[in-house]
């Protein structure tokens, strides 16, 4: 009898652990991408930019994740999560350095257990909702621990000392102590996984009448469940670890299917979205950029863009390396970035691939958003650009690139020059090509010639402008900066300033899609004119940009 028992241990612990140890080295980010995922999908919602094609690789795992856990339980929390793998490495230390241990109570641990609720309650609305940056990049546990896995978070001391590596700490100290104690009481998307398994189609089974009185089923559960009280294990807590299983003496605690074949189908399939949900992101970014950058080819020839033309290199770090991209210039114009190498994680560097170079072709700037829940891969690419750019047109040393923390709503980057006494401007490659005409006569605008800044209210923020008047006439406008989406931007930006252009005025129509962008605009160059104008309203209420 004992040899069979150690045989059965030994096969199920010995094939859960080396999936784990896979999975930290494969995809140790996917615990925070997932929750990342999650994450866009709602806050696109109640913002009211939700697009499909634009979040296929977010829709993708969230989707998948979720269903597959609704059918087979949190195969996900016991297998695949490198959180789980760390408190299951803990715990075994603990009891290799004998240490005393507490015995918490049923009745407590089952109060303790509601905080992950009450923990994603707060963070849907106090960080999704409103806004607030608490817990943002390395202020909070996981992305630290992400960061970790990797050689360069050892060796970053502002990864070392941040909040988020105190948390971790903490963290760490309560699993040599508790089983899975970030798991049972702190993980919010435990919380989520634990509401969409509620009824999941796969359970353990252990009839109570054919049980004796050991309980070893209970003293083994990773998650401290009272299983000799039930004939099947329905507490959304289970995280199918199958330590049960494999411990009962009279082989009373089974599955149908098998757990072997149960872990086999639930992870394949787990890691199956994890990979689609990536090549989604990726097929989603290439769309993306090819019609940005083809709407970037037809800028008229006529004007040239304030780049040298050629292809550059450059590089920045991000969240687990350094990413180095090529960066095309013709006309003037940047046409082209691609990436060339990086060491981030898949799932977040296809989110802010997805979102940032496009918006660097259309602003022809890196003075562009960061996304939200991708700051770190964000910043890597803005960075690398801005040093590619470099050997296209000097740009002013004390031009820098601010870091924005990561998974929170995050500012815009800002590119922040120090005013310098020299009476010639230097042209900087990181501002937006002026949109320009060649006054016929005396114009409208009853100012002095010369350059006006202005700025107007957009979507997400303010629009900044500058204008140049000449002979009474609106010869150029610049966009400065903005903090409106790209996609929308990009297509409020050119119609609406060849429309003031044409009109020499700022009475003129919006663009359909993108009127909050479009009164942005409109706004700041009448403020930079000293015009009157009233902001046309969406049809469409909030949702509609």
Not at 80 to 85: D, I, K, R, V, W
Not at 413 to 442: F, H, R, Y
């Amino acid at each position: 009898m004992k040899k069979k028992l150690f045989h059965k241990i030994t096969a199920l612990t010995l094939t859960r652990r080396i999936i784990q140890a896979l999975s930290l080295v494969l995809f140790p980010g996917l615990f925070i991408s997932t929750f990342s995922a999650i994450k866009a999908i709602y806050t696109s919602i109640i913002d009211g930019t939700f697009s499909a094609s634009a979040m296929a690789g977010q829709i993708v795992l969230a989707v998948s994740m979720l269903l597959i856990t609704a059918i087979m339980g949190r195969f996900f929390c016991g297998f695949l999560c490198a959180f789980g793998t760390m408190g299951d490495f803990l715990w075994v230390l603990g009891t290799k350095l004998k240490l005393q241990r507490p015995k918490i109570g049923t009745r407590f641990d089952r109060l303790l257990k509601k905080l992950k609720y009450i923990l994603l309650a707060a963070i849907v609305l106090l960080i999704w909702t409103l806004g607030l940056t608490i817990l943002g990049g390395k202020d909070n546990p996981w992305t630290v621990f992400g960061m970790l896995t990797s050689l360069s978070g050892w060796t970053d001391l502002s990864v070392l000392i941040s909040f988020g590596m105190i948390l971790l700490l903490l963290i760490a100290a309560g699993s040599l102590y508790i089983e899975r104690f970030f798991c049972r009481y702190l993980c919010p998307l435990g919380a989520v996984f634990a509401i969409a398994s509620k009824f999941r189609l796969f359970r353990i089974r252990k009839p109570r009448r054919n049980c004796g009185s050991c309980r070893a089923c209970t003293r083994r559960c990773s998650m401290g469940i009272p299983l000799y009280r039930s004939d099947v294990v329905k507490s959304a807590e289970c995280i199918d670890c199958m330590n049960c299983v494999e411990i009962c003496p009279r082989d009373n605690a089974t599955a149908n299917p098998r757990p072997a074949i149960a872990a086999a189908v639930a992870v394949a399939s787990l890691a199956g979205m994890y990979y689609a949900g990536n090549i989604a992101s990726a097929a989603a970014a290439d769309t993306q950029i090819a019609a940005v950058a083809a709407s970037v080819s037809t800028v008229d020839s006529a004007n040239a863009g304030p780049f040298t033309n050629g292809v550059y290199t450059g590089s920045a770090s991000g969240y687990h390396g350094v990413t180095t991209v090529s960066v095309t210039v013709e006309g003037g114009y940047i046409t082209s970035v691609s990436v060339l190498s990086t060491g981030d994680d898949a799932e977040f560097f296809s989110q802010a691939r997805l979102s940032v170079i496009p918006a660097i072709l259309s602003a022809q700037s890196v003075a562009v958003d960061a996304v939200s829940g991708a700051t770190f891969s964000s910043n890597a690419i803005i960075g690398a650009v801005k040093d590619a750019l470099s050997g296209a047109l000097s740009a002013p040393e004390n031009v820098t690139v601010v870091e924005t923390d990561d998974s929170a709503a995050t500012p815009t980057p800002v590119l922040t020059p120090t005013p310098t006494p020299e009476p010639t401007a230097t042209p900087d490659p990181t501002a937006a090509p002026e949109l320009t005409q060649t006054p016929s006569g005396a114009g409208p605008i009853s100012l002095p010639d010369g350059t006006y800044s202005g700025t107007g209210t957009g979507f997400r923020g303010e629009t900044d402008v500058t204008v140049t008047v000449q002979n009474g006439a609106i010869t150029a406008i610049r966009i400065d900066s903005y903090r409106d989406d790209a996609q929308y931007f990009s297509r409020a930006k050119s119609s609406i300033i060849s429309r003031i252009l044409s009109a020499q005025s700022v009475d003129v129509d919006t663009v359909s899609g993108a009127t909050y962008s479009s009164n942005g605009i409109l706004e700041a160059v009448a403020d930079a004119l000293n015009l009157n104008y009233s902001a046309t309203q969406s049809s469409g209420g909030r949702g509609r940009h």
